[in-house]
């Protein structure tokens, strides 16, 4: 009886870069001129504590070593709130971009920068635009050598910029002989297809009756564990326009900003969420 389950704890998730950073504007503000560019980062991420804060809920953040060195007060902040602090990698380049070695010394710039503001240990990762996929084969091998206990970072679905279809659905030892877990962001399956459902443009741009669906649908008939994640940027309409960018980015971009914090609200009131490194743990159990 699906009445009778206990109900999934769902990971709760931010990627904390800027409005500048989205992997949709990279063809058009180059990395060197973000030094020139309004942060907005701090406030949003602020005005997100709070609405965790009034849900009464712990998410992770996964931040931009760039970020965190020009915020180390906020990243402060989200600690000693009890969120946990993981790694989105240096810059936000995408995964595919690096080789072995050039992944591997991404990795620990973040994390040394991340580490030394929290004096906590960074165990988990998530690839810019989730970006661990066939085209890396050696990518989760460097994350469980450097120590990581978890990586979200895989969609198992075709999207115009990303994507790996062949990827499991849900909780995987990617790395033989390693306890290493990887949590590919959420997918809903119905009548044969399968959608993203995991937050990003899905929360924001459909309905949240739509999301509220594919959640349950996860955590009701898959019987599993969901994940959420969002942006900073996501909850901010007053952010500077980039017109430069594609019509299509553009209209994808600034969707519906306005919607975000009451849509949020909903959603953490109706699922049940939590850190995801608890997210990491429970499945490592669960497969163990
Ligand atoms: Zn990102």
Redesign the pocket.
């Known amino acids: 009886m699906e009445g009778n389950r206990p109900v999934p704890i769902n990971g709760l998730s931010v990627?904390v870069?800027d409005w500048f950073?989205?992997?949709a504007f990279e063809n058009v503000i180059d990395r060197g001129s973000w030094d020139t560019l309004e942060l907005r980062v701090e406030r949003n991420c602020d005005a997100i504590l709070a609405l965790f804060d009034e849900a009464g809920v712990k998410g992770t953040f996964?931040t931009?070593g760039w970020v965190a060195q020009r915020c180390p007060a906020m990243i402060r902040r989200i600690a000693q709130a009890g969120h946990e602090v993981a790694s989105?990698g240096w810059d936000?380049a995408r995964v595919f971009t690096f080789d072995r070695a050039g992944f591997a010394d991404d990795l620990a710039r973040a994390r040394s920068v991340l580490q030394d503001i929290t004096g906590q240990a960074v165990t988990g990762y998530?690839a810019?635009?989730f970006s661990i996929d066939a085209r890396t084969p050696w990518a989760h091998a460097v994350l469980a050598e450097a120590g990581y206990c978890y990586s979200s970072s895989v969609a198992p679905i075709v999207h115009d910029h990303y994507g790996w279809r062949e990827a499991p659905r849900f909780a995987f030892r990617p790395v033989a002989g390693a306890d290493f877990i990887e949590i590919p962001v959420t997918t809903a399956e119905w009548a044969g297809r399968r959608m993203a459902a995991g937050g990003g443009g899905f929360f924001r741009l459909f309905p949240y009756a739509v999301s509220h669906w594919a959640l349950t649908r996860v955590n009701r008939h898959d019987a599993r564990p969901a994940l959420t994640y969002f942006?900073p940027w996501e909850i901010d309409p007053d952010q500077p326009r980039v017109a430069q960018a594609p019509l299509r980015s553009r209209l994808r971009h600034y969707s519906r900003l306005g919607a975000m914090p009451d849509k949020l609200r909903r959603l953490l009131r109706d699922f049940a969420w939590g850190r995801m490194d608890a997210l990491a743990a429970a499945e490592a159990a669960r497969m163990s």
Do not use: A
Request: glycine fraction near 8%; hydrophobic fraction near 25%; aromatic fraction near 8%.
């Open positions: 990627d870069e950073q989205v992997g996964f931009l989105h936000h998530r810019p635009s942006h």
